[in-house]
């Protein structure tokens, strides 16, 4: 990592050096991808970039065995654009076949950050799965759930928290603090919590053993590392090893992580055309130059200006388009208010649509949980 | 206590000094209890001698009111006669109308000591629930449960499993400690699910708001002390304090701890008529005198006596027949090979009978079971 840079579950800061974090962290870069995957915009840019056990999940995708894409979520703030990127994965993983396991991680919300349990259902299904379901994701084969009310099935009710319980005596304190940095019982019980739900779907009361991939960024890697680790030391069950995909981190508006708690950080997926306008135009950091004529002169750099790097994550999905607007940009022949305007264009007509699928997602939503 | 004298949940040894831990743990003296109470051996002769909080119990009675009796079983080696002085007071309170909660430790016996959940499941019908039964416990009016899988209703389950998780926000590593006496992840979830398991009787799942009490040895206080704390502390429920007695121990047959691990300091529920023989007159601890000569001359000491101890605690009811024994043996006039045969005749009198009755329990537990 370069100088100063932090990237751990609690803290992302500095300049973050991929390529030192794939050695540090032991992950494997990713490469040589079925072509399925390189028509998705994530794979071919490398905004996916790297994996632990992905064959796995290529094997079961080839042979057309069933696989688990697990994912959780904390139920906090807005749904805003970085929370897409897992989203777009659960939506691309779905339409190959997989069934989706989605935790709600309630109990984790109310341990680590104090956020009542009804709270935490609010937020999730008017922030969250409303913007799930909107953005594509189909209600069928798919296992929504909050961790404080695993299922209206007994069995698999205790199968889950008996596993949670069970998975403690294969932790250790320090596997915790990798976790957590400082640890409470609170944070322990909920690190073996989501250890449960990444293990759970291979139970005999769900799906059995098969290959769960577990989409995260790749700051979230010491959950996966916890998980993984216990999971080949437990005596009573045979768990097949998880997978996992790591994202780049979706920079915040100011180039900085995107974070929930910081309001000017993010577009959120609820947010007007206006306050888009007014955000991208105020905040999002700019790689041009001082001065318009040392612009036109020296030009821009597409490599840290935030706009251009949300066209690459989402926005401009043709490449070759996508190329001439870093070119043009990095020439100096588009100015960064002409580049602006093209996002903004482009993420208000996404909003317009996403916004409108939202009233039909919202019952959808409504009649998904009182199942 | 006397000095080196040591009282923690794991380990208890020395010459205990019942008055001194009462001032050190705060809890108080029992008295005054109404007559049913009295006509109980146990609190007549002051072997259950403390509480905290009983009065909210003494008042449901008095009402007639819902009241909850509350204990668990560690699932570990044979039943002996030292778990009879916990399964006594739920037989008593049971038919003043109680309902009695019995929770099955699975989930620690298998963090806190490696026993898989299968063993416990075995150990604990066939050692624990079958004596139960046979010593007369009604399955009517009585959850029994294990931890691992609390039970067929999904509603309960998530309820009992939530509360523990919740209740991690409110501990903290010292009371772990304190439980525990060193700590690991595997023992601080237990101890969690400890404090679930004394406190969920009242969520509105269960029982809803209503006097627990829960009858322990004096050395098991640290977890009530836990449970009791914690209770008071969540905000999103309204818990009664939990009541609870404390009994003294029942020694062993060398006149130590009474545990399973010690094959020679116990009695167990299934022993022959001759094992109970040859174990008392080998194992059992005497207050006689060297010699004859001198136990004539100045008598035996019933204080320590083991052989005594067992009349008082369980096999002679009779009061004035006790205080009998206690004069001829102190005045000489018993001889310890006398005081033996009197209990080795009472025991195994009670036993052929309780043996006898364990068959009919073992169909009855089966039938349970498969609820």
Redesign the interface.
């Known amino acids: 990592m370069k100088s100063g840079a932090i990237v751990t579950p609690w803290e992302v800061k500095g300049d973050i050096d991929y390529e030192k974090l794939i050695r540090e962290f032991g992950v494997v870069p990713l490469k040589e991808l079925p072509k399925v995957f390189n028509d998705n915009l994530l794979f071919r840019r490398k905004i996916i970039f790297a994996h632990r056990d992905i064959q796995n999940i290529l094997e079961a995708i080839k042979t057309q065995k069933k696989f688990v894409v697990m994912t959780g979520l904390m139920p906090t703030g807005k749904f805003h654009l970085g929370h897409m990127l897992i989203v777009s994965q659960l939506i691309f993983y779905q339409k190959l076949g997989a069934k989706i396991y989605i935790a709600i991680a309630d ?1 984790e919300a ?2 680590a950050r ?1 956020q ?2 009804e709270e935490s259902r609010k937020i999730a299904i008017e922030q969250y799965l409303t913007n799930y379901i909107s953005l594509g994701l189909k209600l069928s084969n798919c296992e929504i759930y909050f ?8 069995e ?3 199968a889950y ?2 596993l ?3 998975l ?2 294969y ?3 320090n596997e ?1 603090r990798a976790v957590y940095g400082e640890i ?3 944070k ?3 690190s ?2 989501q250890a449960s739900d990444m293990l759970h779907p291979q139970l005999p009361e769900f799906e059995g053993t098969c290959p769960v991939v577990i989409p995260v960024g790749i700051d979230q890697d010491p959950h996966i590392r916890l998980a993984r680790d216990i999971s080949q030391h437990i005596k ?1 069950f045979k768990f097949n090893q998880i997978s996992s995909t790591y994202n780049l981190f979706m920079p915040g508006l100011g180039g900085g992580k995107m974070s929930s708690s910081d309001l000017n950080s993010f577009i959120a997926l609820t947010d007007s055309s206006k306050e888009v306008e007014t955000k991208i135009k105020k905040y999002a950091f700019s790689g041009g130059r001082d001065t318009l004529e040392e612009h036109r002169k020296k030009g821009g750099n597409p490599d840290v200006d935030v706009s251009f790097k949300y066209l690459q994550f989402f926005f401009e999905p043709d490449d070759k388009k996508l190329q001439k607007i870093h070119d043009d940009y990095k020439s100096g022949k588009m100015l960064t208010s002409e580049l602006k305007e093209i996002l903004i264009k482009k993420i208000n007509v996404f909003l317009r649509e996403h916004q409108k699928n939202r009233e039909k997602a919202k019952k959808e939503i409504g009649k998904f949980l009182l199942r």
Do not use: C, H, W
Not at 147 to 154: N, T, W
């Open positions: 109990i109310y341990n104090g009542s349990l961790q404080s009310e695993r299922s209206k099935d007994a698999k009710s205790n928290y008996r949670q319980n069970l403690a005596k932790a250790t304190f915790f409470s019982p609170g322990m019980v909920s073996l919590l009573d």
